[in-house]
């Protein structure tokens, strides 16, 4: 058993000595076979979890998320050091550095009276040191990993900065229905069942309705940009819709003595459209 001092009170530095600890020969099995891709998704999944506090305005849930997210670099700040490649230290000193370098404005003597010039700043200091040269360099560098909504509208608000841009959300509106019109098309194409299913050769995925698809998800994207619309937040709160909704279709069905189960299509359609006429 490891002796760790209980106080009524932690710090950072009680924090680094946990973790070194836990990942010690006498520590914890688990702990020690991480690695950075192991633990990669809990990364993920604990900055979503702070994003839903701070999305509830739940603050002592937030305290703890964001321990869980500083609990997370900490970890992958201890496999980096016993593999030799860097330190928490070394974590702080290049955050630092970089909030240095990229605010002139405050630490030197460059101006910015607006949060838009101050941002504008970072960007041109980023693209520096990045040595982009080009906007597509800029759009490359955007992760990945990114939820694909928010890649697609930084992705789109680049290519703004560089002047490819629609002066109104018309012309964003009319390539819209353009890749509404080409989705139809490639289905066609595709020779679509009613019941979904396909019976071209290229089953079970059709790369035109793939394509054309993702198309009309950029293009929507496009149009909400218009409209200062988060994209991501627009669909979490349409899926959030759309289960209040058949939640109360369920209630609907069992005040009828009735299964969605055994009921048909146009039935269940009936239940969802009383539901959305409900205040």
């Keep these: 058993m490891i002796d760790f001092e209980n106080k009524l009170r932690y710090g950072l530095s009680d924090l680094l000595n946990l973790m070194y600890l836990l990942r010690s020969p006498e520590g914890c099995p688990w702990d020690r076979e991480q690695t950075h891709s192991s633990i990669r998704r809990n990364l993920l999944e604990e900055a979503y979890e702070a994003a839903t506090a701070i999305d509830e305005n739940n603050t002592s849930d937030l305290l703890e998320e964001l321990g869980d997210i500083l609990m997370q670099v900490v970890f992958h700040a201890d496999i980096a050091k016993d593999d030799g490649t860097f330190t928490f230290d070394d974590i702080a000193d290049v955050a630092c550095k970089k909030l240095l370098r990229r605010h002139p404005h405050v630490f030197g003597n460059d101006k910015a009276d607006t949060g838009g010039q101050s941002l504008l700043l970072w960007e041109n200091i980023k693209r ?7 906007t597509a360099d800029t759009m490359k560098a955007v992760a990945r990993s990114l939820p694909a909504l928010w890649r ?5 608000k680049k290519a703004a900065k560089a002047g490819f841009d629609w002066p109104d959300y018309t012309g964003a509106f009319e390539t819209l229905s353009s890749e509404l019109a080409e989705f139809e098309k490639a289905v066609a194409s595709a ?11 290229n089953a079970p995925q059709n790369e035109a309705i793939f394509e054309e698809l993702g198309d009309i998800l950029f293009s929507a994207v496009n149009v909400a940009r218009f409209f200062n619309v988060d994209p991501e937040y627009a669909l979490t709160a349409a899926s959030d819709k759309f289960t209040a909704r058949f939640g109360r279709v369920e209630e609907k069905a069992a005040s009828l003595g009735r299964d969605l189960s055994d009921m048909t299509t146009d039935e269940i359609e009936e239940l969802y459209r009383q ?3 409900e205040k």
């Design 128 to 134: 520096e040191e990045k040595q982009f040269e080009t």
């Design 191 to 201: 020779q679509i069942r009613a019941d979904g299913g396909d019976t071209s050769a």
């Design 275 to 277: 539901v959305k006429l």
């Design 152 to 156: 697609a509208e930084k992705i789109q």
